[in-house]
């Protein structure tokens, strides 16, 4: 009877994941048909503004500072373009990864109330589109501003790149306010430290790459990047428990994409060979000390660093070694299609 009503239980459980499954709109149409709404929503003048041909160098002009940008901004739309704007980084982020990059924007209120410079404003947030959305077209867009840089790029209107992925907070914990105590980023943080504070003797020896922290990501806003240095400790050399936590900071990062784009991420990193995954740490390893961490497997790379502001602003990156702007995707593409000159929108 028990082994019955386990049995039902597992089949209700299944039933109801590829209810789940099948109901979940595929993240390349959702993009697509939210994208088309977005650009039909805007005036010609904002349309000419926020469109760029697929193969423009501005494809991979990203970056995380307050500058000058191209684009669209939210600043200039009405209310409905703003929501349709919103519908279309909802369609490329989880629903967490949304809420994450939703309160960094608003972490600018706070710098300007702080500050009282313009540019700490959360409406300079701009929109790029790359070539033409379609159901079976190849093109990209961009969703940027201070401290949120996310790339996307669908080839063949199904398949997804979304790095280079950026995620940065200043202040990474607000200590004024109504939001006092918010830390955007800190599961980020504290799993990591938690990893770190496991160590014994010999892990620590290995993960610890330097006694200061650099002041920011290694890699800064690179258009294109390799591996760093392959120094941590590895994977190999951890416990189970230890080796959960550092698979769970991973799907952190991950899962900032809906979930059938985080799942291609992991599986990928999980053929590459977990035994390959190293995590090193530089800096203090108390709260409030500059600190700095990386993992680093052969597909992909997380950098995190909090020195800036007296160790309360955080930059934060998931980059793909083959695979950012799509890469990968586009080889892969030319390869099978034979293109014989630069891909262009619609294609």
């Known amino acids: 009877m028990a082994r019955t009503i386990f049995n039902i239980g597992c089949l209700v459980v299944l039933l109801g994941t ?16 939210a994208a088309i709404k977005f650009l039909d929503s805007l005036s010609d003048d904002q349309e000419s503004a926020a469109r ?8 991979f002009d990203w970056h995380f500072i307050p500058r000058e940008r191209k684009g669209v901004p939210l600043k200039t739309m009405t209310s409905s373009q703003r929501s349709a704007a919103l519908d279309l980084v909802r369609s ?24 009282g410079r313009d540019i ?14 379609g159901d079976r077209n190849t093109w990209g867009w961009r969703y940027e501003g201070h401290h949120l840089s996310q790339n996307w790029t669908i080839v063949n209107g199904t398949a997804i790149a979304a790095s280079p992925q950026f995620f940065g907070t200043n202040p990474a914990e607000v200590r004024v306010g109504p939001k006092r105590g918010q830390r955007v ?26 006694d200061e922290a650099p002041r920011d990501i290694l ?21 189970p428990n230890q080796q959960a936590t550092l698979w769970s900071i991973i799907e952190e ?23 390959n995954i190293k995590f090193g740490w530089m800096g203090g390893a108390e709260r409030g000390e500059p600190h700095y961490y990386r993992i680093q497997g052969p597909t992909f790379l997380i950098e995190y660093d909090n020195t800036q502001g007296s160790a309360n602003h955080v930059h934060s990156v998931w980059r793909d070694f083959r695979g950012d702007f799509g890469r990968d995707l586009l080889a892969m593409h030319y390869q099978r299609f034979q293109h014989d000159e630069p891909l262009n929108a619609g294609e």
């Open 18 to 33: 590829i209810a789940y499954t099948q109901q979940a709109p595929e993240p390349a149409a959702a993009m697509t048909t």
């Open 52 to 59: 760029f041909a697929f193969n423009s160098e501005d494809r």
């Open 92 to 115: 490329g982020l989880s629903e967490a990864g949304f809420t994450k990059a939703e309160s960094i924007r608003q972490l600018e209120q706070i710098l300007f109330e702080l500050e």
């Open 120 to 133: 700490r404003d959360p409406d300079l947030y701009f929109f790029m589109v790359f070539g033409e959305p």
């Open 185 to 210: 980023l800190g599961s980020e943080e504290d799993q990591a430290r938690s990893l770190l504070a496991s160590l014994n003797a010999s892990q620590h020896t290995s993960a610890m790459l330097s």
């Open 219 to 239: 890699t800064s806003s690179e258009r294109e990047v390799a591996m760093l240095d392959d120094l941590g400790v590895s994977q190999n050399d951890l416990t």
């Open 253 to 275: 990062y991950a899962t900032a994409q809906p979930a059938i784009v985080a799942n291609q991420r992991l599986d990928e990193i999980r053929e590459a060979g977990l035994s």
